[in-house]
């Protein structure tokens, strides 16, 4: 009875005792929170409370070790200190001892007490007594060493030698030091190739109150170490001596760690510590390293143990926590399916009916509803008329649901007026299908209808645009005609087409094989049943480039630039458009523009002849002053007879040669001026550069400039006319000379170079020719300004010389160019170079660069 009793009792206590009452509000708040979440929630609560219990253990667990272990570090660190302390203690004992019997020396040799036969036997006993004393020495205020005893391991060479002075540095700055302070002063020399590092200690003597020297105490580091370490020291830490840079002196020390181990969680410091040796002071530090003895609580095997079952344990509530949220999704993706289906239904935009096989509605979409304006209640179970029908399209629309319900559907629907709620109409298209079951079998019809409104708007758009593009095309200067490929069929003529050519496809194809491109298959109305274009790629012609030639054609008396483009008509058919346009007014002016042209080339020669006319004069009067000479000496000697036949004939022939090389300059000077119809023909290169050399001499000359010049061996021949190229050379030399000339260049540096190379451009072969001087060069900001007509940065220039050039040389398909030759940073001349492209001849022969 009391045990049933037991639930109510402290349930009761609960609600009756006053001290826990403030902790019912907290309770049912979380009850009521917990009752509020959703069950993937609760269960996510639920698996993880025990995962954070795990983990809260498993941090309890690591902090507990790691205070026992910076408590075990604390320890060891305080046991280290106190050892070095008491090392330092003994040492420091150890050297005070030692420094008071040498005092004690000190004062019998300022008291004359002590000569220098008693200072050896008594310097000879403290080194035997303390391995650690290496050398005493008595050392006078000049430096001179009295008397000195070292310890017998010593070497020969590092005994003091009576009478020596000590060496420049060698404990110099002490010994001063010493002599200044008048107190005991202690110094570390440092090891050098012969002896190892000393503690040296300076007890200066006195002579009533005068500096008369001091008494040099040298100490082993190591024998410190040795003898003044005490050995239960020595047996747990790793003891070191170390001078004020931390370098090692003596004793030994414990290799440093790898980084790498220094970040992991369980490594500890090194422990280790480090003080002064007193009376010394900073210049000598003894630490002590302590030896791992152990691998601390981080390395036992209780602490792994735990943290392998906690491991353990948070895995299994994962993988649990993973079955259970794998259990979840796929829950979820079946709910978001079943959504998802219900949501397609209701947002796609095709209405959706179905009638069952009396013709009766079962099922309406959204889309349905929201085209009629009529909602699923209203629609589903009513029986024809059904609302949404006209008034006057009833019995057209009865006959047609009585041929849906037998059967008799249209695959590509039926167009019909459907009305809305508020009696508005609209297009619409209906396609029915049979309504089949699971089972197969069929249970009614299911109709979908489409809003067609927009659509026949657009259509009637479309109808105006195409109306209103022809006319476009029709008023357009330019004939346009499209034809399929391999028929005499015509799709597309405008309003200039016809005005040429009437509606026949004649004008088409003659335009056409006109401007060579591909024509119609020849005979082809007998090939009715063959695809002259079989195997063509015909899907990538229409996304060719658009093909162009200019043709004459008497029958128009016109020049017309035919372009054309394969294209896709719109029957699927591969076509091709043809657009001609009428360019006879630019041919008559780019005819003008080439006379224009060769005026000017005319022009140009005559320009440069005509700033040459002096020097050819004076080129000429060489010869005909020697013609003059020659005949007025034969003459006189005639007269006089004394002249012999060979004479005679001697100096007719010298007369001779000066007036054929007058007749060479004048022919050669005629021959460049003479205006001439461009004439290509098959050259020389070889010859257009000696005839360009020749007429450049006298200028070059008439400067005091010396021309180089190199043509590569077996060049082939270009196709050019070689008077144009000879001006070009010509007018390139004279600008190199003038150049040289206003640079004011020494005798040595007076030169032009001309150069014909073999050159490949764009891997084809071409003839390259180069001319550069020794002039000051062109400023780089006109650089790109040199080839504009009427251009020029000569003060008496016209600026059509390089415009000419370059005219002349893009005539011939080639390319000119110019730069600046760069010594570091100045400018030592420049560069005019062109090209040619062979001709057919020469690209048979062949070329190797």
């Known amino acids: 009875m009391q045990a049933s009793h037991l639930p109510y009792t402290l349930d009761m206590a609960l609600t009756i005792s006053p001290k826990p009452s403030h902790k019912l509000p907290l309770l049912t708040q979380f009850r009521r929170w917990w009752r509020g979440q959703a069950p993937h929630r609760q269960d996510r609560f639920a698996m993880l409370a025990p995962l954070a219990a795990v983990l809260l253990f498993l941090a309890a667990i690591i902090a507990s070790f790691g205070y026992l272990r910076l408590e075990e570090i604390d320890r060891e660190q305080e046991a280290v200190k106190r050892d070095v302390e008491y090392a330092q203690q003994r040492l420091r004992l150890r050297l005070l001892e030692r420094q008071e019997q040498l005092m004690r020396i000190a004062r019998e040799i300022s008291n004359k007490d002590l000569d220098v036969q008693e200072f ?3 310097a000879e006993s403290m080194i035997s007594q303390y391995p650690e004393l290496q050398r005493v020495s008595w050392i006078d205020e000049r430096r001179r060493i009295k008397a000195s005893r070292g310890n017998p391991s010593l070497s020969q060479a590092q005994l003091r030698i009576e009478g020596d002075v000590l060496q420049v540095g060698d404990t110099e700055s002490n010994f001063g030091l010493a002599r200044d302070l008048l107190q005991p ?11 190892a590092p000393f503690l040296q200690l300076h007890i200066p003597l006195s002579d009533k109150a005068r500096f008369a020297g001091v008494v040099l105490a040298e100490y082993s580091i190591d024998g410190l170490y040795r003898y003044g370490v005490p050995t ?8 070191s001596f170390l001078d004020a840079e931390g370098n090692r002196l003596a004793g030994t020390t414990i290799p440093a760690r790898n980084p790498a181990t220094n970040l992991l969680p369980w490594a500890s410091p090194a422990n280790e510590y480090e003080v002064p040796v007193s009376p010394v002071g900073n210049g000598l530090m003894i630490r002590a390293q302590a030896y791992r003895t152990s691998l601390g609580v981080i390395g036992s095997g209780l602490f792994w143990l735990v943290g392998a079952l906690s491991a353990m344990t948070a895995w299994m509530l994962i993988g649990n926590w993973r079955h259970t949220r794998r259990r979840q999704q796929a829950q979820q993706a079946l709910v978001a399916e079943t959504n998802f289906r219900r949501a397609m239904e ?9 009638l069952d096989l009396q013709g009766r509605i079962t099922y309406v979409n959204a889309a349905f509803c929201q085209m009629t304006g009529w909602s699923e209640s209203e629609l589903v179970g009513r029986t024809a008329p059904f609302p949404y029908w006209p008034d006057a399209d009833r019995e057209a629309l009865t006959a047609r649901l009585e041929d849906e319900l037998a059967g008799r559907t249209t695959p590509g629907g039926i167009q019909v007026r459907v009305k809305r709620k508020d009696n508005s109409l609209f297009d619409a298209r209906l396609y029915v299908s049979p309504l089949i079951d699971a089972k197969g079998a069929q249970t009614g019809w299911m109709t979908s209808m489409t809003d067609i409104t927009e659509p026949n708007r657009i259509r009637e758009q479309l109808s105006a645009s195409y109306e209103r593009f022809t006319t476009v095309l029709d008023a357009l200067d330019a004939s346009i005609s499209v034809a399929p490929l391999g028929t005499d069929e015509l799709l597309f003529a405008n309003k200039m087409y016809q005005l040429w ?5 004649r004008g088409h194809l003659q335009l056409v094989a006109r401007a060579g491109l591909p024509p119609a298959p020849p005979g082809n109305e ?3 049943n063959v695809d002259y274009f079989v195997g063509l790629p015909t899907t990538a012609l229409p996304d060719s480039e658009t093909e162009s030639a200019e043709i004459y054609l008497a029958d128009l008396d016109k020049w017309l630039e035919v372009r054309t483009r394969y294209l896709t008509w719109v029957d699927g058919r591969l076509a091709q458009m043809v657009i001609a346009t009428d360019i006879t007014s630019r041919r008559l002016a780019e005819e003008q523009a080439a006379a224009q042209a060769e005026r000017a080339q005319d022009a140009s020669r005559l320009i440069t002849m005509g700033e040459m006319a002096s020097t050819v004069a004076h080129e000429l009067n060489q010869p005909l002053t020697a013609i003059n000479n020659y005949c007025n000496g034969m003459l006189s000697r005639i007269k006089a007879k004394q002249i012999s036949e060979g004479d005679l004939l001697s ?3 010298k007369t001779a040669h000066q007036a054929h090389r007058a007749g060479q300059i004048i022919h050669r000077i005629r021959a460049f001026v003479k205006r001439s119809e461009p004439n290509r023909s098959v050259a020389e290169v070889s010859v257009m550069v000696e005839e360009a050399i020749e007429l450049s001499e006298i200028e070059l000359r008439r400067r005091n400039v010396r021309l180089t010049h190199y043509v590569a061996a077996r060049l082939p021949a270009l196709h050019a006319d070689p008077i144009l190229i000879e001006q070009v050379l010509i007018n390139l030399i004279k600008n190199a000379a003038e150049s040289v000339d206003l640079a004011q260049r020494p005798t040595a540096q007076r030169s032009v170079e001309l150069q014909v190379l073999p050159k490949q451009v764009d891997n084809k072969p071409v003839i390259e020719f180069t001319v550069t001087d020794t002039g000051t060069g062109i400023d780089p900001d006109v650089l ?4 504009e007509a009427f251009y020029s940065t000569k003060s008496t220039g016209m600026g059509i010389g390089l415009n000419l050039c370059r005219s002349i040389v893009e005539s011939h398909q080639g390319r000119m160019s110019a730069e600046n030759i760069y010594n570091g940073s100045e400018v030592t001349g420049c560069s005019f170079s062109f090209w040619l492209p062979l001709s057919e001849s020469g690209l048979k022969a062949g070329i190797q660069p």
């Open 120 to 122: 050896k036997v008594r």
């Open 346 to 354: 209701n947002s796609i935009l095709t209405g959706m009916r179905a």
């Open 784 to 787: 790109d300004r040199v080839y």
């Open 651 to 653: 100096a007719l022939e």
């Open 501 to 505: 050519f009437d509606q026949k496809t």
């Open 526 to 528: 007998s090939l009715d």
């Open 232 to 239: 239960e020291v020595t047996a747990r830490y790793a003891v």
């Open 185 to 195: 002063v202690y110094a570390q020399r440092a090891a050098n190739g012969t002896s």
